[in-house]
């Protein structure tokens, strides 16, 4: 006993060293949350949990703050549902800026550290062997590639390590039929709690569980009592989070966010050595799975030795069903479009109600890690249950083998661990440019505004993450946010720009400088707010509201962020300049654009060689440009929209043999209805 409270001791120094190497220790500071806003998944995660803490408490536990006046559960804002219930309790005596995400990734560490070491000491006695083996665990690149950004799924895979217990230890802890109802209890519990995709993973070693049992028992009641276990608790976790409301469960994406073949030697750039294989789409990264060198070593050196016999195998049966859930998990990431680098070897015709149903988790790519861990087991207790010629040497050979597979393993994935450490160590701070607006400032502070309107999504998806974070700051509702499922309300019901013709005195609307010529067509107050413009009924007392010259005109880059995309070219974020090569094209922002004449100037080089056109309703319809003057450096034109367009494009194709530089584009709107054209330039 007092043996294993050394190692488990030195397994907690060892999960924390590596968390400390990977990430420092800024992060642990509870009260640090700029790191939090920068943009991304982190962002969308740090404010569900400050609008879910600063909400009422409700059961189920959802709240409104972002998504008024629907419910949301904070499972789908992937805010680490336990934490945020925990915190939520004790919020009262927290301080007010309160972050969990570095405390969730250290004990993560620890926890994925002891789970490794459980289940190595069943086939090792030597401490450096499992203190060697849990290192393998510990810089997973699993779990250094989902930390942070999909923390939870990161965070959580030390679940996968304690629902793989249950057939590790079957005859020694969980054959009792008790035992084992308590274990895959809890581990549905915190699947759902932490991440409900690990509900998914789990159920294959809980199918491979009830295979082993019925093997060893001949007693089916027991595998239906322990399945009927597992889904009782996630349906009675899953309705206390609310997750049973809302939108539709199902999404699109089965068969594209899959995994490839190539997904255990696919380093995804994280490798010192191995090359960045090709996939069949991007979002194959989502099956990421790249085992690093070192275990590649490792899985090949046990190999040939379990083929020259050298190794003990106890348990066959249980080999086997390890075996086959490793498999069977791997074949259902592959999902039905099987794929290798970046080609399509087949695909599996499914009904569309199947492909409904695997859309509750479409993502099946990320299954790949119950193989994934299933083969890290494989190599290490398979190295440990190899017979040597004697003891000695059997021992050391095997410390050797597995400490120098190790050393390899860190190498190779160092690159990836110092960039992890430097991002995270690097201080950074966050100004939310919504809070230097004088006009939201003054709207902040008004206690009969309570609720913030984002009539339009900047090219259909902008998270808007600036307007959320203002609104849970200064105690608002507001509309949209992104979240992993529906609440109920599709994109069109959003993106609504007629809500500004019952505009109420209680709501601010705001559109993204882009679309601000929406505002033309309605009698609001409307002030500058920084990237967007923000429209009221009443008019704010101490700032300045715009004029319909300022709301019918707009100039700026080629910014991607606004929604201006390239083909064959790129853009110089520094200096503001798009580049596009022969044969390119560059379009977007797919802003809105009220009736009438506008004018339309764009500034750059080599601009007598391009192409120009404007079309709506994703290129179905083109509307016609009349063109005043084209040279190199600047073209004009006037454009008139009979009607207001939603999604304006704006394309110009590069037809010379010389790549073109673009500015600046202005638009400034000169013909409303009756009125005669103003002089535009």
């Not at 309160?98 to 069943?122: C, D, T, V």
């Not at 009641?221 to 469960?249: E, H, I, P, Q």
């Not at 939310?432 to 090219?459: F, P, R």
Request: with cysteine.
């Amino acid at each position: 006993m007092k043996s294993k409270k050394i190692l488990f001791s030195m397994v907690i120094c060892l999960s924390v060293i590596s968390f400390l190497m990977t990430y420092g220790i800024h992060i642990l500071d509870p009260t640090y949350d700029d790191w939090l806003l920068v943009g991304g998944d982190l962002s969308q995660h740090y404010i569900g949990w400050e609008a879910f803490r600063n909400s009422p408490w409700k059961f189920p536990f959802v709240f409104n703050t972002l998504t008024y006046p629907e419910n949301i559960s904070i499972m789908f804002t992937d805010s680490i549902p336990l934490f945020a219930l925990l915190f939520k309790a004790v919020s009262p005596f927290l301080p007010d800026t309160f972050q969990y995400w570095g405390i969730f990734g250290l004990i993560s560490y620890i926890l994925m550290g002891i789970m490794a070491a459980l289940i190595l000491i069943k086939y090792s006695k030597s401490k450096l062997f499992v203190l060697l083996g849990c290192g393998f665990f510990l810089f997973s690149p699993t779990v250094l590639f989902r930390m942070y950004g999909h923390e939870a799924l990161g965070g959580g895979q030390w679940i996968i390590l304690l629902a793989l217990l249950s057939i590790v230890y079957y005859h020694e802890k969980f054959y009792k039929i008790r035992s084992g109802m308590i274990l895959w209890a809890a581990v549905s519990f915190l699947s759902c709690y932490i991440h409900l995709y690990f509900a998914l993973f789990c159920l294959f070693f809980l199918v491979g569980y009830c295979i082993y049992d019925y093997l060893i028992t001949k007693k089916i009641v027991r595998s239906v009592a322990f399945v009927l276990d597992y889904f009782l608790v996630l349906l009675v976790s899953v309705f206390s989070l609310g997750g049973l409301g809302g939108g539709d469960k199902s999404a699109d994406g089965y068969g594209y966010y899959s995994s490839n073949l190539n997904t255990f030697i696919d380093s995804g750039g994280n490798s010192k050595f191995l090359i960045n294989l090709p996939n069949y789409v991007e979002a194959q990264n989502e099956g990421y799975a790249y085992l690093g060198l070192g275990m590649i070593l490792l899985l090949l050196i046990v190999s040939i030795l379990t083929i020259n016999g050298n190794i003990i195998i106890y348990n066959r049966k249980k080999l086997a069903v390890l075996i086959s859930v490793a498999v069977v998990s791997f074949i259902y990431a592959l999902s039905n479009n099987v794929t290798l680098n970046d080609k399509l070897l087949f695909k599996i015709p499914l009904p569309g109600k199947i492909v409904d149903l695997l859309g509750i988790f479409r993502c099946s790519g990320r299954v790949s890690w119950v193989c994934f861990y299933l083969l890290f087991l494989f190599a290490i207790c398979a190295l440990s249950m190899y017979k040597g010629k004697s003891a000695v040497w059997n021992r050391n050979v095997k410390i050797g083998i597995l400490g120098m597979c190790f050393c390899i393993q860190i190498l190779d994935l160092s690159g990836a661990i110092k960039g992890k450490y430097i991002y995270y160590t690097e201080e950074y701070k966050y100004e939310n440019e919504l809070s230097q607006s004088e006009s939201m400032m003054e709207i902040a502070e008004d206690t009969e505004i309570g609720h913030l309107n984002i009539v339009k999504s900047l090219n259909g998806e902008s998270p808007y993450y600036d307007i959320a974070q203002f609104a849970v700051t200064y105690g608002k509702t507001v509309n949209r946010f992104v979240t992993v499922h529906g609440v109920g309300r599709t994109e069109e019901d959003l993106n609504a720009i007629e809500d500004i013709e019952n505009a109420n005195e209680q709501t601010a609307y705001l559109l993204p400088k882009l679309d601000q010529t929406a505002f033309l067509d309605y009698s609001l107050n409307t002030y500058d707010a920084g990237k967007y413009t923000v429209g009221i009924k009443r008019a704010l007392k101490n700032s300045s509201a715009m004029s319909r010259e300022e709301l019918g005109m707009f100039e700026t880059w080629f910014d991607p962020s606004l929604g201006f995309a390239v083909t064959e070219g790129k853009d110089d974020l520094e200096k503001q300049i798009r580049t596009v090569y022969p044969d390119g094209v560059s379009y977007g922002p797919y802003n809105y654009m009220t009736a009438g004449t506008y004018y339309i100037s764009i500034e750059g080089k080599g601009l007598d060689q391009c192409l120009f056109s404007c079309h709506s309703e994703s290129g179905v319809v083109e509307w016609a440009l009349e063109q005043l003057n084209v040279s190199d450096q600047k073209a004009e034109f006037y454009v008139t929209f009979d009607e207001p367009v939603a999604d304006a494009e704006f394309v110009i194709s590069n037809i010379g043999e010389e790549n073109i530089e673009l500015n600046q584009i202005v638009y400034k709107i000169v013909q409303y209805a009756d009125a005669d054209i103003e002089e535009a330039k």
